[in-house]
């Protein structure tokens, strides 16, 4: 059973508030006791605002904190692999993306890690700019476009109406940070081509999957989506091969 949670890279002391507090607090409660005798309460209210920062940064002086870095939020996008334009074939099919879909555990935007043999976790600095899904139509549909093999790729609410169809399903998409020695980029995409000539599906012209798994050695987002996107390179051009092969 796969077992995916959301965790926080920055780990928090829970002895900071046993170890800071008792500092203040001994002459706090003297002077709050003297003060309220005396009748000072809007400047109680001050002190205690003041008390309250001295603490935050008493805490952060013991933990570095102030001397690390603020962790920022990073946003990625597929890439599609780099091709040389080609002229459209005339007599070519008209290809319309059908379906893209992502497996449930990796269609939502926030990278995901497989952490042991069965569990994964989510990273909420790390995430794709848009729905995996569509980063994924968009680099695919770019690909197939200046490929040259199809008449054309038609968008969507385009005039143009497709004879042909695909339908692409990606099943596994996360990065494999499980192996201590070597981290992994991992892609799995099945396409399936569809005859239509009336722009409803018909006979399946070509189902396969394509799966990849691409080691980097920075354990980073960034290295992650590189290896992602080279993974996705290598998948469309095994693609290619296979829809040459069938005269598409």
């Known amino acids: 059973m796969m077992n995916v949670s959301n965790s926080s890279p920055i780990g928090r002391s829970a002895n900071f508030q046993s170890i800071v507090a008792p500092i203040f607090n ?5 002077f709050r006791s003297f003060a309220t005798s005396a009748g000072c309460k809007p400047a109680i209210q001050q002190i205690t605002n003041l008390r309250y920062v001295a603490i935050a940064l008493s805490g952060c002086l013991l933990s570095g904190c102030l001397s690390r870095p603020a962790l920022v939020k990073q946003s990625f996008n597929f890439a599609p692999p780099s091709v040389k334009t080609v002229a459209p074939a005339e007599a070519g099919r008209l290809l319309g993306i059908r379906t893209v879909e992502v497996a449930p555990a990796f269609q939502g935007r926030l990278f995901v890690y497989r952490t042991g043999d069965s569990s994964y976790e989510r990273d909420p600095y790390a995430e ?3 729905s995996p899904a569509e980063s994924l139509r968009n680099a695919v549909r770019s690909h ?3 490929g ?3 008449q054309a790729v038609t968008e969507p609410g385009n005039l143009l109406k497709p004879d042909t169809l695909v ?3 990606a099943g596994q998409l996360y990065g494999d940070f499980h192996d201590q020695k070597e981290a992994a980029a991992i892609l799995s995409i099945r396409f399936v081509f569809l005859d239509a ?3 409803t599906p018909g006979r399946i012209l070509l189902q396969k999957t394509y799966s990849r798994r691409v080691p980097f050695k920075r354990r980073t987002a960034a290295a992650l989506m590189a290896g992602w996107n080279e993974a996705l390179g290598q998948i469309l051009a095994d693609l290619d091969a296979d829809l ?3 005269n598409m």
């Open 26 to 30: 001994r002459p706090w409660q003297a």
């Open 128 to 130: 794709f700019l848009v």
């Open 144 to 146: 197939l476009r200046d």
């Open 148 to 150: 040259g093999r199809f």
């Open 167 to 169: 339908e692409i399903h």
């Open 197 to 199: 000539p009336h722009d």
């Open 244 to 246: 040459k092969k069938r």
